[in-house]
């Protein structure tokens, strides 16, 4: 297994309940807001946040001289909970960080108290090939996921035919924008709160541009998403999605569907962020889900 040096923190008593939170691809970890965590270790856990390899303070890779693969990624979330002592947590993952989790849960049961999916998509669903279609404007075949809304897919083709931006501000202003397209059209979107947000990251980050490894991650293989194992889930679980998810609209139900005795919870107005708005409902949910 390939080592690489891991940023965590953690909040609450060593003796409260275990939660860790998986963020999704190219994501630090205080994309897990602070005003959440707090709520979460308020209601008496112990929350652990953690930046992924290549973001955040966490350590940055040559990535062609030291390939890795999502499964290595997966594999520094057994790291990160061996580091705080912990032989199972409940799991809660956003978006990819979702993914991880429900990969977990089929793999290492035993390490899965329970598992909280928030606006992700079903493992081994192909959401990876779904977005690269919607992009490059192919058809999807009859049977794959929904597909991402026309203001998502708009605003990333753009992105893609763009120049890079050459300076802090513009790099920031950039980052403010796709968070305004994630956030969907259900909530009004804090600018301001946005800046502050894409400023912390900017100025914790080691690499900034060293993110874009875990694309190459996704590319390197082998595909990390087995198909046809979520019925193996035995953890109880929670999938939470927005009612204005403009990445992976309905892809909350697909996993409820596939999952055992899985509840889908539809937060009013949330798209594919974590707006303060939502904090107290995703809060709620969680600890009332992690109640032991």
Avoid: C
Wanted: proline fraction near 7%.
């Amino acid at each position: 297994m390939q080592k690489v040096n891991m940023w965590s923190e953690e909040f609450g008593a060593e003796t409260d309940t275990p939660i860790l939170l998986i963020m999704g691809s190219m994501s630090q970890g205080i994309l897990w807001p602070d005003e959440f965590v707090g709520r979460l270790t308020a209601g008496g856990r112990r929350v652990i946040r953690y930046d992924h390899r290549d973001t955040g303070r966490s350590g940055t890779v040559d990535f062609a001289a030291e390939p890795y693969t999502w499964d290595d990624i997966k594999n520094d979330v057994y790291r990160v909970m061996d580091a705080h002592g912990l032989d199972s947590a409940h799991l809660v993952g956003h978006s990819a960080g979702g993914l991880l989790g429900q990969l977990i849960a089929v793999e290492r049961p035993e390490r899965v108290r329970s598992l909280t999916v928030i606006a992700s998509s079903p493992l081994g669903g192909g959401e990876g090939q779904v977005l690269l279609r919607a992009l490059t404007g192919q058809p999807q075949p009859e049977g794959s996921l929904p597909g991402p809304t026309p203001e998502f897919v708009e605003f990333f083709r753009a992105l893609m035919a763009a120049l890079p931006p050459q300076d802090r501000r513009a790099l920031i202003d950039g980052m403010i924008a796709e968070q305004r397209v994630l956030h969907g059209t259900g909530l009004p979107f804090d600018e301001d709160a946005a800046r502050r947000l894409q400023e912390r990251i900017y100025d914790r980050a080691r690499d900034l541009s060293a993110v874009a490894n875990h694309r190459l991650a996704a590319a390197a293989g082998p595909d990390f998403e087995p198909v046809g194992v979520l019925h193996r889930v035995k953890a109880r679980t929670l999938v939470i999605e927005g009612s204005h998810e403009p990445v992976k609209p309905g892809h909350g139900a697909i996993i409820a569907e596939q999952i055992p005795g899985a509840r889908l919870t539809i937060v009013a107005g949330m798209g594919h962020t974590l707006p303060l708005e939502t904090h107290q409902q995703l809060a709620d949910a969680i600890l009332t889900h992690t109640t032991e």
